[in-house]
């Protein structure tokens, strides 16, 4: 059990993060968003690959330009952000495939975290919890937006700055997850938890609690498991989140949210 | 209405474009404090954008001024949420971030829009649409407007429902001395509850009482056509105005 405890720590806080961040990335219905900027991620794993730089640093900063890009595009064009995203970021995957090599592909897009060291494990602690804390401060803002950005603006929040907040957040929770559960599922390792929360919570604080917990859940088996068959964990969180999901759907449509 | 109320709002000379199209052009009026004024014009007149340009929410040239300080509450006219929103009436009055926000207040805002206290547990998408228009009214009063400036709903709310608002409104305004701006879409309400009215048809039409201004031949020049009670037909969709 204790040689995968920096594996648990890592997963844990991790998936803590990103399924904070799936309950407002719902609320704006926003789901394709993640999984597509996900992928951005590759061109820049590849470059830093080939630079000899760590991979995070190279995901960690196209994922902010593209977070930046998104944000100043949806005020400039007509164009849906999904629409942008979906376009130009699965493009990204095309040439993220073309570039890394083959080895480092299979590790990219669906992670691996067999081989923890002690400072990886120290950064994504420490920035997960980093995010945790800065979408806590901000979150009823970020929901009362989500809601009617109409309300929101009419009290004087700033709608385009509490978006590149949340983008870069966004950002930031993706480079963290990529090395847990690579990027090609990492969309998932945002979204899943929060949408099989979503299916059992009338309330945002429910919401909330919830899709972490089921995060977390399903990170801890999904560590577990991979470490008893000895496979990669990223699959298995997903697999195991998915299970989660089926069960709050059976859930919501056998009993309904009535209480 | 003694006309050296207050003065709480002046606008003079507005004019707000999106591109090359002027939504409102050259645009002035003033408001004193007590007034009920109603906005009235055809779909498209710019009303919804005269709101937003009030509330600086959208840019515009000219002036708009409002009393040092005063503070605003807007009702929009609909919001588009999921019936299965996971957010309580609690959590939405929460969410505006009043100061020393508490149960007591909550239940307070309740009652004040005439609402059962058993309300704040329900989902906000699982009330009525009605409901959700008075918890819309309750939300802006959190902020202790001393104007408050509601769009009318064009649709999905019954006459009756929509009839009982306005008496909400009037009593509201009663109790807390409010200025309230409305748009309006039923020339009946607008004869019964506004003191002034703001004809808008991207130009300002008329501006007084409703018993000088809304005569057939003003009429006819903001909606056209010939009849001169205008009724509107609401569409399922939301439209913008």
């Known amino acids: ?259 | 209405m003694p006309a050296d109320n207050k003065l709480v709002l002046k606008v003079a000379n507005l004019t707000v474009s999106f591109d090359e199209d002027k939504i409102i052009e050259d645009l002035d009026f003033e408001v004193r404090e007590g007034d009920v004024l109603a906005v009235i014009g055809p779909n498209g007149a710019g009303k919804t954008t005269l709101f937003k340009a009030l509330l600086g929410m959208t840019p515009y040239h000219g002036d708009i001024k409002w009393e040092d300080g005063i503070r605003i509450g807007y009702v929009p006219q609909r919001m588009e949420i999921e019936t299965d929103v996971p957010l309580t009436i609690r959590e939405f009055l929460r969410l505006r971030g009043s100061e020393n926000f508490s149960e007591e207040k909550a239940h307070d805002a309740v009652r004040s829009v005439l609402l059962p206290e058993e309300i704040l547990n329900f989902g906000l998408g699982e009330i009525s649409v009605g409901q959700r228009q008075r918890i819309l009214i309750a939300w802006a009063l959190l902020g202790k407007p001393r104007v408050l400036l509601f769009d009318e709903p064009t649709a999905d709310i019954d006459i009756r429902g929509q009839e009982s608002i306005y008496q909400l409104l009037h009593h509201l305004q009663d109790k807390y001395n409010l200025t309230i701006i409305l748009i309006s879409h039923d020339l009946n309400v607008v004869y019964k509850y506004a003191e002034k009215v703001l004809c808008l048809n991207r130009q300002k039409i008329c501006f007084g009482s409703p018993q000088d201004v809304l005569s057939p031949v003003q009429m006819q020049k903001l909606y056209g056509g010939e009849h001169a009670f205008y009724h509107h037909f609401g569409h399922a969709d939301g439209h913008q105005h």
């Open chain 1, 1 to 259: 059990m204790t040689d995968i405890l920096p594996q648990l720590i890592v997963g844990i806080f991790i998936s803590a993060a990103a399924s904070l961040l799936g309950v407002f990335a719902i609320l704006k219905r926003m789901s394709l968003v993640g999984d597509a900027l996900s992928h951005v991620a590759l061109p820049g794993i590849a470059l830093a690959i080939f630079f000899k730089v760590n991979p995070f640093l190279g995901a960690l900063a196209f994922l902010f330009l593209s977070a930046f890009g998104i944000w100043a595009l949806e005020y400039r064009t007509k164009l849906s952000v999904e629409t942008i995203v979906g376009v130009f970021f699965t493009a990204s995957l095309a040439v993220g495939a073309l570039l890394i090599p083959q080895l480092e592909l299979l590790e990219a897009l669906f992670g691996d975290i067999a081989k923890l060291s002690f400072n990886d494990v120290l950064v994504s602690v420490g920035l997960s919890a980093i995010l945790i804390a800065v979408l806590l401060a901000v979150h009823k803002k970020l929901a009362l937006h989500m809601v009617s950005h109409e309300l929101s603006s009419s009290i004087g929040i700033r709608s385009k700055q509490l978006e590149l907040i949340y983008l870069l957040l966004f950002a930031l929770g993706v480079a963290l997850g990529i090395k847990f559960i690579g990027a090609l599922l990492m969309g998932a390792l945002i979204i899943i938890p929060a949408a099989a929360a979503k299916n059992v919570s009338k309330s945002l604080n429910e919401f909330m609690f919830l899709s972490v917990l089921f995060g977390v859940s399903s990170a801890v088996l999904g560590v577990y498991l991979s470490s008893l068959y000895n496979q990669a964990p990223g699959p298995i969180f997903i697999l195991v989140g998915t299970g989660i999901f089926i069960l709050s759907f059976v859930w919501r449509a056998l009993i309904g949210r009535q209480r």
